[in-house]
């Protein structure tokens, strides 16, 4: 309970930091902390050949791996990008635990390449049959770093063939929650906004959700800038059920400014007396 506690207070900091140069003091902080724990799991499951026999130890094992492979551990890495080229080399058997899947395909398509995100691509029409599977893989591969990846799959979700209307939204979200896809996703969503409300259908995207999920990291000055631009140049287009959402992300952003401006310099201060 402690450690979920203290990472779902964590994402504000990261959600507030992640394109200035605290991040980097906040992943080094995050690494320096969980790494320990990483390593409880790896004794404990004798090398990762078992579950935990506690239920609070399999979620926990869960937060272990996702922040140990995030803030760059590489024996956390390693693991998962092995699990994963696994099943890569035997597409027909999948060894990564269930409970482990999410984490494992996020980290190892984050670490990899076109190779790995290629193969979760190519395994979506395998594991659609079963609905969660297929959740896992296309947050998945929201996870790459590479910027090609990323655009690619932005563009996958205005064709109704390559990816299914009613998961165009959640796909878009989560690219805009991968550090590497932010700004990609939000200049996606201002580019394309008149096509996704006029030609797509208004009943197939959640705008609501596209809107809040693409500018929830905002911050700064010239977000604010760009959201209230957004806003006049998509006036006369509107934004039906986003439209709530829309003032609420302006009113947001103004709050998360001032609380940057109130609280970046003390939070860096600590970090960087806990990284001395």
Request: glycine share 4%; proline share 3%.
């Amino acid at each position: 309970m402690p450690w979920q506690s203290a990472l779902n207070n964590l994402d504000y900091f990261y959600l507030m930091f992640t394109q200035t140069d605290v991040y980097e003091l906040l992943q080094n902080y995050t690494k320096k902390q969980v790494t320990p724990l990483f390593e409880h799991f790896k004794s404990i499951t004798e090398d990762w050949s078992r579950v935990p026999s506690s239920h609070t130890d399999q979620y926990n094992q869960v937060n272990a791996i996702r922040f140990a492979c995030s803030t760059g551990v590489k024996e956390c890495q390693n693991l998962t990008t092995g699990w994963y080229r696994q099943w890569m080399d035997q597409p027909n058997h999948n060894p990564i635990h269930p409970n482990l899947r999410s984490t494992v395909y996020c980290s190892a398509i984050a670490t990899g390449g076109a190779e790995e995100w290629d193969f979760g691509w190519q395994m979506l029409p395998e594991n659609a049959t079963i609905a969660i599977e297929a959740d896992k893989l296309m947050s998945s591969l929201a996870c790459a770093k590479d910027h090609v990846l990323l655009k690619r799959y932005l563009e996958y979700t205005l064709d109704a063939s390559m990816i299914r209307k009613q998961d165009a939204t959640s796909i878009i979200v989560d690219i805009a929650g991968n550090p590497d896809g932010q700004t990609l996703a939000w200049d996606f969503v201002r580019k394309n906004w008149a096509h996704m409300f006029t030609e797509y259908g208004v009943g197939s995207f959640n705008f609501a959700s596209l809107i809040s999920g693409t500018t929830k990291t905002f911050s700064t000055e010239s977000e604010l800038e760009q959201l209230l631009q957004f806003k006049s140049d998509n006036s006369a287009i509107g934004f039906g059920s986003g439209t709530a959402a829309l003032e609420q992300a302006i009113e947001k952003t103004k709050a998360n400014i001032k609380w940057v401006s109130e609280n970046q310099r003390e939070i860096t201060d600590w970090l960087v007396a806990e990284s001395a």
